[in-house]
């Protein structure tokens, strides 16, 4: 196995040389997976193959190469210790009075139906519930922009709805290791469907390409604080645009997705829910104050994060998130998605499994750069209906 990921990356990197420029498709740059020096999490020897530790516990994640998957512990039990004192979660956004049900074929356009069929807020701008950020006070426009912030940048998507005045939600979308964000924003495709929702897209900039997730990825990892330049990503909007702060939310692919579950962990007062993409959790403890709404994806066929390992790792979110019922599965063509309900704070954990899918974004119109596509599930309107249905509680 470890032979087959060296060959990989001595491939790309002989392919990178003669494509170091960024260009449009069907260069692995414009595929938002980054083209040059290599392939996503290929080069961290603890990307390939991931998990919990041998202890089983859910706060706690191998920092060193783990076994192979054929002879990784088994989990054991991941009851999340218990916090003293109350807790305070992530409040469900009430729906409106009259929801119709939305009936949509179960394709690469539509979202995961059951989420949709339970019926989310019809205006997701609009709520008296609404954190209004400093930006408030002034006007706001649509902006297409990359901002520098100190020796970091991101790129700035805000739609067209800034304009009504009203706060709108945010999300930060990291990219994956070796990748940047404009690779991420071209190859997810947010941004169209921010404009569709209104929601402002912010697409951070790694250090070295990397984020710290704790033992991934690259020069970043245990070393550069992204946690803190998150706050400032969503700091630095919030002055100039009119955002609901109760209404942050993070994704993000591989390291990327890595680094959502990291917020999750360590930020729980800034985001309200995460959607990881092909990622886990890579922090050798995690005790957040509140429930955090989790949604992640995950395929079958990932050669670089391994599935074996990453899916039991994501489930332990239901443990640490004390869901009492569950999982129920719901299934999407030859995909499905394990739900848990009545957890702490009034939260829920979804952990979706793509049948056959390698290391790629689900739903993607460009496809996957390492291994098969799977169109059961877009995780664009995924997350988006999901994002919706929760906020994180007033300060």
Not at 7 to 15: E, M, N, T
Not at 229 to 242: K, S, W
Not at 362 to 376: E, K, L, R
């Amino acid at each position: 196995m470890q032979r087959c990921v060296v060959v990989l990356v001595g491939l790309f990197g002989i392919w990178a040389l003669g494509c170091a420029e960024e260009q449009k498709s069907p260069s692995m740059d414009s595929l938002g997976l980054g083209a040059s020096p290599g392939p996503p999490d290929v080069g961290d020897p603890d990307v390939a193959a991931e998990g919990p530790g041998a202890s089983g516990d859910a706060n706690a994640v191998s920092e060193e190469p783990p076994m192979p998957a054929e002879t990784e512990p088994p989990m054991g039990d991941a009851k999340r210790p218990r916090q003293a004192g109350p807790r305070v979660g992530a409040r469900p956004i009430d729906a409106p009075d009259v929801v119709e049900a939305v009936d949509e074929p179960a394709d690469a356009g539509a979202g995961i139906p059951a989420l949709a069929d339970a019926g989310v807020p019809q205006d997701a701008t609009t709520t008296e519930e609404a954190e209004p950020s400093e930006g408030c006070s002034g006007s706001s426009s649509a902006v297409d922009e990359t901002v520098d912030l100190a020796n970091r940048s991101f790129i700035l998507h805000v739609p067209a709805a800034a304009e009504s005045g009203e706060p709108l939600p945010l999300v930060l979308n990291f990219h994956g290791y070796t990748s940047s964000p404009s690779s991420q924003r071209d190859y997810t495709e947010m941004n169209a469907l921010a404009d569709e929702e209104g929601f402002v897209v912010a697409y951070p900039e790694g250090l070295s390409r990397s984020f710290n997730a704790g033992s991934c990825c690259g020069n970043s990892a245990g070393s550069v604080d992204d946690v803190s330049f998150a706050r400032d990503i969503v700091a630095h909007i919030g002055q100039r645009t009119c955002l609901d702060l109760g209404r942050v939310y993070s994704t993000g692919i591989s390291n990327g997705g890595m680094m959502s579950f990291r917020l999750a962990c360590e930020a729980s007062d800034l985001v309200a829910a995460v959607a990881p993409v092909v990622g886990s959790t890579r922090l050798s403890s995690c005790e957040p104050p509140r429930g955090v709404p989790i949604i992640s994806f995950n395929g079958t066929d990932d050669s670089l994060v391994n599935y074996a390992q990453a899916n039991p790792n994501n489930e332990q979110w239901a443990e640490r998130n004390g869901c009492s019922a569950g999982p129920a599965t719901e299934s999407y063509g030859s995909s499905s998605c394990k739900v848990w309900t009545e957890c702490d704070d009034g939260v829920e954990v979804q952990v979706c499994t793509l049948q056959g899918m390698g290391h790629c974004w689900p739903g993607a119109p460009s496809g996957c750069p390492y291994g098969s596509a799977n169109d059961d599930i877009n995780a664009n309107r995924a997350m988006w209906e999901f994002f919706s249905r929760f906020r994180k509680p007033a300060p």
